[in-house]
């Protein structure tokens, strides 16, 4: 396979061992493919005495199966299944010209019937993908699903998905599926949108049709838009230095391929920053008024069940550092949300962050006629 490109300073360049190395190569042969070695080999032997019908023996177990005949009865050899799902892309060793030795692993265990004809599907199911247009690396991160993570806890995982579905599936039906994929808890302005000298305009939806409301701002409107830009105002004094000194450090210290790769990281890590920043006003704003707006149950608890749903993926599923941090950054904001809603009373005249109020209003008398 095609060698990836190694991971250099950008300041410093290569280091001698890799010019060396490069300048042993033609030009033309660091974009052809080179042999790669595998480190380990994982062999699995099934354990359980189990006897098989002859006339309908499993298709998937069949092709492993090796026969002898003892007298007027057929028996199998034990089945060695050799393991290629724990076989990554990312443990290949490329063997260049000054390689004189080479790791070798080889990793022996016992495996039962139910397991192996599983491992079978499983490594099937990836040889599919390849035959269906996917690439190699794809098809390593499906095996790496299956191979880096406990069978029990993706179980789990696959029942949270499926009730998470569920869920969505219910939150529309109850008229609350605005909310669907916002797993923000408390970060979003208070208002949808602002005009000035007083003015605002909320936007209302109806299904799938918005409405629009125009009116002006109520005394408590009027200091939660305050608290909001006056936070937004002063952890943007802390944010953009952050940022800026996260890009010069990585750029010192951490090795990347290319100028472009360098880039492309710093501006999603400000994503994942101003994605923080925005979660954090709604908290400031309950801090300065010392309450918190009311929120329906349904609306409450499909929000804290949103939240965490993605910490169950981001364990089983590989992916970069920074995304897997930026998914827990919710739940911090979640559980000050919390203790805010614990120490400070709740106050149905406040509007949320969905510019909506749930302050009762007085039933009016029936008229004497």
């Known amino acids: 396979m095609i060698p990836k490109p190694e991971e250099v300073n950008l300041l410093t360049g290569e280091s001698a061992s890799q010019q060396i190395e490069s300048e042993k190569k033609p030009s033309s042969a660091l ?3 080179v042999s790669h070695w595998r480190p380990r080999l994982t062999l699995n032997v099934m354990v359980d005495d189990f006897v098989f019908d002859g006339s309908s023996l499993p298709a998937d177990v069949h092709r492993y199966m090796k026969m002898v005949q ?5 028996h199998y050899l034990p089945i060695l299944f050799i393991d290629q799902l724990s076989n990554r892309v990312k443990d290949l060793m490329v063997i260049n010209r000054s390689t004189t030795e080479l790791p070798l692993t080889v990793s022996y265990d016992k495996i039962s019937l139910g397991r192996l004809r599983f491992w079978i599907h499983m490594q099937d199911a990836v040889y599919s993908l390849q035959q269906f247009g996917f690439s190699e690396k794809d098809a390593d991160e499906v095996k790496g699903i299956f191979v880096d993570t406990n ?3 993706l179980a789990l995982t696959f029942f949270v998905a499926a009730f998470h579905l569920l869920f969505d599936f219910l939150a529309f039906k109850n008229d609350i599926s605005f ?5 923000s808890m408390i970060g979003m302005s208070t208002k949808l949108w602002k005009v000035k000298k007083a003015l605002k305009m909320t936007v209302a939806w109806r299904g799938l049709r918005p409405e629009f409301q125009f009116g002006t701002y109520s005394e408590s409107e009027r200091k939660t838009e305050e608290y909001d830009t006056q936070a937004m105002k002063y952890l943007s004094y802390l944010l953009y230095p952050l940022c800026v000194g996260g890009a010069i450090y990585s750029l010192l210290n951490i090795k990347y391929k290319s100028w472009y790769s360098w880039l492309i ?3 999603v890590n400000g994503v994942y920053a101003f994605g923080f920043l925005f979660m954090l006003p709604q908290l400031f704003v309950n801090y300065k008024m010392k309450s918190v707006a009311h929120l329906p149950w349904k609306a409450f608890t499909y929000k804290a069940f949103n939240t965490f749903i993605d910490d169950v993926f981001a364990f089983i599923i590989t992916m970069p550092t920074s995304h897997r941090l930026a998914c827990f950054r919710d739940d911090v904001v979640f559980l000050v949300y919390l203790y805010q809603r614990w120490l400070y009373p709740v106050d149905k005249s406040r509007t949320n962050e969905f510019g909506e109020s749930y302050e009762e209003q007085p039933k ?6």
């Open 31 to 33: 974009d052809e493919p």
């Open 151 to 153: 069978l029990y806890f």
């Open 70 to 74: 003892l007298g007027k009865t057929v």
């Open 265 to 267: 990281n710093s501006f």
């Open 364 to 369: 009016r008398k029936p008229h004497a006629d």
């Open 179 to 183: 909310w669907k994929k916002k797993k």
